[in-house]
C-alpha cells in the first residue's frame, strides 16, 4: 500500500525506527530527520526539502527525486545511480557528500553550494551546467563525464583529466587551474 502525502511537514523522526512508508510525497519538508540505513525503494519525492537530515548508507532503488533541495544535510555512501532517471533533480547547500556515487546519471543544471563533496564518483555523469559554488571535490571521480559548461570557478580541490572528459565551455580561475594539470605530473610554483 502506498501513501500520498502534500505540504507536510516531518520533525525529528528517525526513519530506521519508523520507516517512511512507500508511496509520493509533494512539497513536503523533512527537518533533522535520521534516514540512516533505511530504504527509500519505491519513493517519490518532488519538490521537497531536506534540512539538517542524515542520509548515511541510506538505500535507494526506483526513487524518485524532482526538484529536491537538500540543506545542511550529510549524504554517505549513497548511491544515486539507483534512483530513476526520469525527472531527477536536485539542489544541494552546506551539505557533506561523502562516498557518494552519481554513476550514468544525467544531474545537469544541479547546484552545489558550499558543499563538501568528498571522494564522490561523477563516472560518465552528464554535469552540464551545474554550478560547484565554493564546494570542496577532494577526491572525486571525473571520468567520461560531460562537463559542458561546468562552473568550477570558486570550486577547490578537484582533479579534471582534460582528456576522459567533455570539458568545452566549462568554467575555472586562474587560481584553480592546477586541477586541470594534475594528471601531468607538473611541479607549479605559486
Known sequence: MSVYELDKTFEKINF??????????EFCTFSN???????????SLAECQFVNCNFSLT???RTSFKDVKFNDCKLMGLHFENCNPFGLSFRFEDCQILHSSFYQQNIAKTLFK???????????????YVVFDNSDLSGSVFS??????????????F?????KNK????????HNLVGLL????LEIDS
Open 114 to 128: 558550499n558543499c563538501r563533496i568528498i571522494e564522490t564518483d561523477f563516472t560518465e555523469t552528464n554535469l552540464s
Open 33 to 43: 530527520c535520521d534516514f540512516s540505513e533505511t530504504d527509500l525503494f519505491s519513493v
Open 144 to 157: 567520461g563525464s560531460i562537463l559542458e559548461r561546468t562552473d568550477f570557478r570558486t570550486a577547490k580541490y
Open 182 to 185: 594534475d594528471n601531468y605530473d
Open 159 to 163: 582533479s579534471v583529466d582534460l582528456s
Open 59 to 61: 538505500k535507494f532503488g
Open 16 to 25: 530506521k525506527e519508523t520507516p517512511l512508508p512507500k508511496g509520493d510525497y
Open 167 to 174: 570539458v568545452k565551455k566549462a568554467k575555472f580561475s586562474a
